[in-house]
Structure formats: structure tokens, C-alpha cells
């Protein structure tokens, strides 16, 4: 037990299929590499994939802790993680959609409060779009990212996303546009897309960071930034921005934004 809360950060995105998860695993193996405890936490009930990219067998999901706390069951946080390795914890989503059906995401709020004092990062991923359980977790994450890519239904969504922000004054709101998913979509210059969403956009994933073979890296249930011959091809160059990018997100170092794009 540490005396000083971790960090929440929650992923979000306006639609599927934009690397959202991926970011997140990878982000994880970032905290990794920076001597961090990290806590996974599957919130994306639309489906659920964290446990099963890591090859994780979870005994307990997310349902179980709910369950538990509701019934005055529940014992201690590290009774309901399954490990990856010695830095990487994981929670993960129900496969059963009746047991997704009985979650209720407040019930989820006390045990993310003892979790922060045990793990040094605890990244959330979410299902795509708003709902009310998303809100919910927006409003008690210590970061709320956002993923986007240049691509037009994602660029309609976000403005509509970003509206809802401002109207709710979600300030702890950061902007991540992925170029790495699909290298050739750049239909819209940044200062196009800025215009567009209404949002400033505080980092940037380049083109260079784009992996073809990610389905394999999935099957075999490897983080890439954490296998090494990966991270000396696709990473290593850019270490700095990746941990300063990592750093920032949990208030470590001062945003360092645009100048930065690739």
C-alpha cells in the first residue's frame, strides 16, 4: 500500500476502430518501462479485448468486483487482477453479456480509490461513444484521453464529442490524433482538423509507429513497445516523446503539444 494515489487515465474514443486499445497496451508498456505498477481495467462492454491481447486467463472481471461490493463480499483489490508480468495487472470485461447487464458502473468508484493506492497507473479503457457509465468514469479519471483519426466520420463525431466537453466543462480532457493506425489516410491537414473539432490537439501518434503485423503481436499476447526487437525498429528513436508523452498524461512533465508532430 503507498501513501500517494496513483494515476487514472481513461481512453476513450467516438467510434471503434481506431487503435484504442492497442494505445492503451502500448501505453501501458511505456509506465513499464518507466518503473511504474500499472493496474488494466476493461471497461469497453461493447467488446472487451484487453485480457484476451494479453493472453491472460482472468478468473474474476470487472462483474465479480461489482458483485462483491454490492453483496459486502468484497476482500482486496489484488483478489480480483490476473498478472501479465511483474509490472502489468489486468481486470478484465465480462465475456457473459448478462453479467454486463448488471453492471453498474458506481459501485466500481470505491474500488478504483483503493486501486489508486496500490498501482502507480491505472489505465481504463471504455466503450467507444457516451453513456452514462462513461461519464461516470470520466468524471473520476485523473486524464481523460481522447484517441481521433484523420478520417472523416471520426472528424464528425469528435466535433460533436468536443461540444458535449465544453457544455460539461471537462477539462482534464487531452487530444490524441493517431496517424500510425492507416499511414495513408491524411485526408486533413492538423490545422484543418483543429478547425473542424473545436479542439486543440495535444500530442500525435506519427506514421512511423504503424505495425502490419499487430494481429500477430495480439495472438501471441505481447505489448509491442515491450518486445525488444520491435522497440529498437519502431520506438527506441522516438524514447523522449514517447516517455515525455506518458510523463505529461499523469502530470510528470509539462505538455509539450504540437511542436512535436512527426
Request: hydrophobic share 40%; proline share 2%.
Amino acid at each position: 500500500m503507498r501513501n500517494e494515489k496513483g494515476k487514472i487515465i481513461t481512453i476513450t474514443s467516438s467510434k471503434g476502430g481506431v487503435g484504442k486499445s492497442i494505445f492503451l497496451l502500448n501505453l501501458a508498456g511505456i509506465y513499464q518501462r518507466l518503473g511504474k505498477k500499472i493496474l488494466l481495467l476493461d471497461l469497453d462492454f461493447s467488446g472487451g479485448s484487453l485480457a484476451v491481447s494479453l493472453n491472460v486467463l482472468a478468473e474474476k472481471t470487472i462483474y465479480n468486483v461489482m458483485d462483491d461490493f454490492l453483496h459486502n463480499r468484497y476482500t482486496e483489490v489484488l483478489e480480483y487482477v490476473s498478472s501479465y508480468n511483474e509490472a502489468i495487472d489486468v481486470i478484465a470485461c465480462p465475456k457473459d453479456p448478462r453479467q454486463i447487464t448488471k453492471i453498474e458502473i458506481r459501485y466500481l468508484i470505491p474500488f478504483l480509490e483503493r486501486a489508486s493506492f496500490i498501482y502507480d497507473v491505472i489505465l481504463i479503457d471504455t466503450t467507444h461513444g457516451f453513456s452514462k457509465d462513461n461519464i461516470v468514469i470520466y468524471d473520476n479519471s485523473d486524464t481523460l484521453v481522447y484517441l481521433m483519426t484523420n478520417d472523416l466520420l471520426d472528424l464528425k463525431n469528435s466535433k460533436n464529442f468536443m461540444s458535449i466537453m465544453k457544455d460539461i466543462e471537462m477539462d482534464h480532457l487531452r487530444v490524441i490524433l493517431n496517424y500510425s493506425l492507416v499511414p495513408h489516410e491524411n485526408y486533413f491537414s492538423n490545422f484543418d482538423i483543429r478547425t473542424m473539432i473545436h479542439w486543440k490537439i495535444d500530442d500525435f501518434l506519427p506514421t512511423d509507429y504503424h505495425i502490419k503485423n499487430i494481429t500477430e503481436y495480439l495472438v501471441k499476447g505481447i505489448i509491442p513497445v515491450l518486445d525488444q526487437k520491435t522497440w529498437q525498429k519502431k520506438y527506441q528513436k522516438n524514447e523522449t516523446k514517447l516517455f515525455k508523452m506518458a510523463k505529461d498524461l499523469i502530470g510528470e512533465e509539462e505538455n509539450y503539444g504540437e511542436e512535436n508532430i512527426n
